[in-house]
């Protein structure tokens, strides 16, 4: 989900630049630069950037300055980790606003929605599932990539969709008309994608997915 800069007190996007450029400080600061050494990684983290700028160059506008379309996130930082798909996700959006397709004060806000907090909540129910789950290969994919992409859109509709209320930005019954009642069929398509390319990437090409070990999740199940 992508909002114009246009819909909020100069203010709030000072807000939004407080949680996104610490964000990016520590995916510099954290990132496995040693990793992009090697030239085939290299290729499969530049490979994301471009799905992910073709992937939200396909977009609905919901209300006036309020975008919607699949994000990907979570297969991103599967892949990549948090700190590269963080970089990733940031890299692509720049490139979506070069475009015209946002207004570039519109980027902090779309950066916190579609990259910062996607990547981030994805890597905390990583490690709840290694912690607790089973280490077999269909709980990586069901709730990793599955389950994980469709409670990611629920959680980031409703923090939207109340901001928006709470601001007084849209009225009520617009938001809930043309986008609470398709939140169900939104949350589907974004669980579908990450899950089906989640498995796809894990059973043909496991080198490029990081947070994905055979012997961690197949060996001896």
């Given at each position: 989900?992508?909002?114009?800069?246009?819909?909020?007190h100069p203010?709030w996007l000072?807000?939004f630049?407080?949680?996104v450029?610490?964000a990016?400080?520590?995916a510099l600061?954290?990132a496995?630069?040693e990793r992009?050494?090697?030239?085939?990684?290299q290729h499969?983290w530049?490979?994301?950037?471009v799905f992910?700028?073709f992937?939200?160059?396909m977009?609905v506008?919901?209300?006036?300055?309020?975008?919607?379309?699949?994000?990907?996130?979570?297969?991103a930082t599967l892949m990549l980790r948090?700190?590269l798909?963080i970089?990733?996700?940031t890299?692509?959006?720049?490139a979506i606003?070069?475009?015209?397709?946002?207004?570039w004060?519109?980027?902090l806000?779309?950066l916190?929605?579609v990259?910062v907090?996607?990547?981030?909540?994805?890597q905390?129910?990583?490690g709840?599932?290694r912690?607790?789950a089973?280490?077999?290969f269909?709980?990586y994919v069901?709730?990793?990539a599955?389950?994980?992409?469709?409670v990611?859109?629920?959680l980031?509709?409703?923090?939207v969709?109340?901001?928006l209320?709470m601001?007084?930005?849209?009225p009520w019954h617009?938001?809930?008309?043309n986008?609470?009642?398709m939140?169900?069929?939104m949350?589907f398509?974004?669980?579908?994608?990450?899950?089906?390319?989640?498995?796809?990437?894990?059973?043909?090409?496991?080198?490029?997915?990081c947070?994905?070990?055979?012997e961690?999740?197949?060996?001896g199940k």
């Open positions: 989900m992508e909002l114009s800069g246009s819909l909020f203010a000072a807000l630049g407080l949680l450029f610490p990016l400080f520590y600061r954290w496995d630069w992009l050494k090697d030239q085939r990684q499969v530049l490979g994301v950037i992910l700028f992937l939200w160059n977009r506008e919901i209300q006036p300055g309020f975008f919607w379309h699949l994000t990907g996130m979570v297969v948090w700190s798909a970089l990733a996700g890299i692509a959006l720049v606003t070069a475009t015209g397709l946002n207004d004060s519109g980027l806000p779309s916190f929605f990259v907090l996607p990547a981030s909540l994805t905390v129910i990583l709840l599932s912690a607790y089973p280490k077999h269909f709980v069901l709730v990793n599955f389950l994980a992409s469709g990611i859109f629920l980031e509709g409703l923090l969709v109340g901001g209320a601001l007084e930005i849209f617009e938001l809930k008309q986008f609470v009642y939140v169900p069929m949350a398509p974004e669980s579908m994608l990450n899950g089906w390319l989640t498995a796809i990437v894990v059973a043909y090409k496991p080198h490029w997915i947070s994905f070990s055979d961690e999740y197949l060996h």
